[in-house]
């Protein structure tokens, strides 16, 4: 079921319990019509953000809510429209609200995400106990457990009432041929019922082994580009998928073009709506 956010009315951070995935943004990372990409799950008392890029503080701003109310964060990989919002959220953490969100995080991207991305901006934020500061000053880590290691590193975690899983995608360089030789990125599996990509290349292997394994997924969020080549799923590959599949499809992370595409006449369920919830009952 599909819900339009009430203009004026504060971004719901709660609900009745059922799961619902509400899209703060739904373009792509350089996107000047959508807040890029970036997906609040909620479901009863616990939330969790994936993914907060550079404009995702804006976004939360503008439905009525604010960086300051998100307690639990999952990061998909580094690219800036996935977190060039969080400086925003431990610096407001840590000298305003004097919280650290939770992040659900693996040890490798921790290490990653801290050492060549956050820790620019925040780790001379003050020098305490005689050195500047860490991530843990920031962000309280949730470490998901690794469940599988085959055919690709499959993680899980219960934020709450919320399972997610967590999967190795294949999303940059370009050149890579595989997840295994791509820099670190994941998507995520939700109650074993939705999956969100995330930013992936197109990768069959993946949606096949997702299905085949997790019989119980109905609905797929994939990202998606106008164009052949790139970093992303493109519109004309995921076009050749299984009309049964195509049908579960909402696209989105798509570009400001998208008027041009019709993804309900190429059998897909749809772009996905930016300040929409979808209620899974
Ligand atoms: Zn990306």
């Known amino acids: 079921m599909e819900k339009n956010y009430l203009k004026d009315k504060p971004l719901e951070l ?81 000298y305003v609200t004097k919280k650290r969100p939770n992040m659900i995080i693996t040890d490798e991207y921790k290490d990653l995400l801290w050492n060549s991305s956050l820790k620019g901006g925040l780790a001379f934020g003050e020098i305490y106990e005689g050195k500047p500061l860490e991530y843990h000053h920031f962000f309280n880590q949730i470490k998901p457990e690794m469940i599988s290691k085959s055919p690709r590193p499959l993680y899980e975690i219960n934020a709450g009432s919320i399972n997610i899983k967590l999967y190795r995608t294949m999303h940059i360089p370009d050149s ?37 394994d997790y019989p119980t997924i109905e609905h797929i969020f994939h990202d998606c580009q106008f164009f052949p080549g790139g970093v992303h ?14 049908k579960m499809i909402n696209l989105c992370h798509y570009g400001d073009n998208y008027k041009n595409f019709h993804p309900r006449d190429n059998g897909f369920a749809g772009f996905a709506r930016q300040g929409c919830y979808y209620i899974f009952n």
């Open 233 to 246: 799923a493109s519109f004309q590959e995921l076009s050749t998928l299984d009309p049964e599949i195509k």
């Open 14 to 94: 709660t609900n009745d319990g059922k799961l619902t995935f509400f899209f703060l943004g739904i373009g792509s990372a350089f996107s000047k019509l959508h807040y890029q990409t970036n997906l609040l799950i909620i479901k009863g008392q616990d939330h969790v953000l994936i993914d907060c890029g550079t404009v995702c503080p804006t976004a939360l701003h503008n439905y009525k809510s604010s960086i300051i109310n998100i307690s639990n964060f999952l990061i998909t990989h580094s690219h800036a429209d996935h977190i060039g919002g969080l400086e925003e959220s431990a610096l407001m953490g840590r």
């Open 176 to 212: 890579a041929k595989s997840w295994s030789d791509s820099s670190l990125s994941y998507g995520i599996l939700v109650d074993n019922r939705v999956i969100f990509s995330s930013d992936t290349r197109f990768d069959i292997d993946l949606i096949n082994w997702l299905l085949k």
